[in-house]
């Protein structure tokens, strides 16, 4: 069983659109969630992390974490065509002693 | 500042031959992690270390692959007898220090990866 589980898309949105990304993770444990994008052929780039129940915001990117229902989402304003990605989800930290476990990736096309 | 750096960036082997990858973390970390990314497949943890120590190699294969994380120098992943499977994009990671550290210090900052190719 898949301990932290996305949609693979593509998701597909025009561009100026909010994009919404969601991510499920199993591991109670869990205290610290993050989100990377990946470009095809490229490394993971960190684009938010979050650890308490909640939204947090960083620009056009908007992180919400509710533990209770064991549920990670990213909100992206104003989709850009730059912006077409796969988006990773990973949560670490307690039981999982520091190593990250990924979900699949939710691939993101921003159509102009 | 420099980021995680990864050599050699791209690494092709023929089956049976050894293939070493390395990894220098960010200044100031002191945390390295190693994943594996098959093609169309998500990252995979394969092992994460201290100076001197492995914390945890729970995703580690259990022949052929082994890595560590010297006094000086970088950490090297190193696999053995290579066969077209292992055939992938490695990524290494690090961070200022652990999950002990409290929220931020265990965040992960990836390196650009080497790729290896097995004929």
């Known amino acids: 069983q898949k301990e932290v589980e996305q949609n693979s898309g593509p998701l597909s949105v025009p561009e100026g659109a909010i994009a919404s990304l969601n991510c499920t993770y199993s591991?109670?444990?869990?205290?610290?969630f993050f989100w990377y994008r990946q470009y095809s052929g490229k490394s993971p780039e960190l684009i938010m992390s979050?650890?308490?129940?909640g939204d947090k915001e960083d620009g056009r990117f908007t992180a919400q974490l509710n533990k209770a229902s064991q549920y990670v989402s990213l909100l992206i304003r104003d989709s850009q065509p730059s912006d077409s990605a796969t988006y990773l989800c990973?949560?670490?930290?307690?039981?999982?002693?520091?190593?990250?476990?990924f979900g699949q990736g939710t691939t993101l096309q921003v159509k102009p | 500042n420099a980021g995680v750096m990864q050599n050699p960036r791209h690494l092709v082997r023929r089956r049976g031959q050894e293939a070493r990858l390395r990894c220098s973390p960010m200044?100031?970390?002191?945390?390295v992690y190693w994943y594996r990314q098959l093609p169309e497949e998500g990252l995979k943890f394969m092992v994460y270390?201290?100076?001197?120590?492995?914390?945890?190699e729970s995703g580690m294969p259990k022949e052929r692959f082994s890595a560590e994380f010297p006094k000086e120098g970088p950490s090297i992943l190193r696999i053995q007898q290579v066969v077209r499977g292992d055939s992938a994009a490695y990524f290494c990671?690090?961070?200022?220090?652990?999950?002990?550290?409290?929220?931020?210090?265990?965040?992960?900052?990836f390196g650009p990866g080497t790729r290896l190719l097995v004929l």
């Open positions: 990671a690090s961070s200022p220090s652990g999950t002990s550290g409290g929220p931020g210090q265990e965040t992960q900052y």
């Open positions: 591991d109670r444990g869990s205290q610290s």
């Open positions: 979050i650890y308490s129940n």
């Open positions: 990973a949560g670490g930290g307690a039981s999982n002693t520091g190593k990250l476990i």
């Open positions: 200044k100031g970390h002191s945390h």
């Open positions: 270390l201290q100076k001197e120590n492995i914390i945890d």
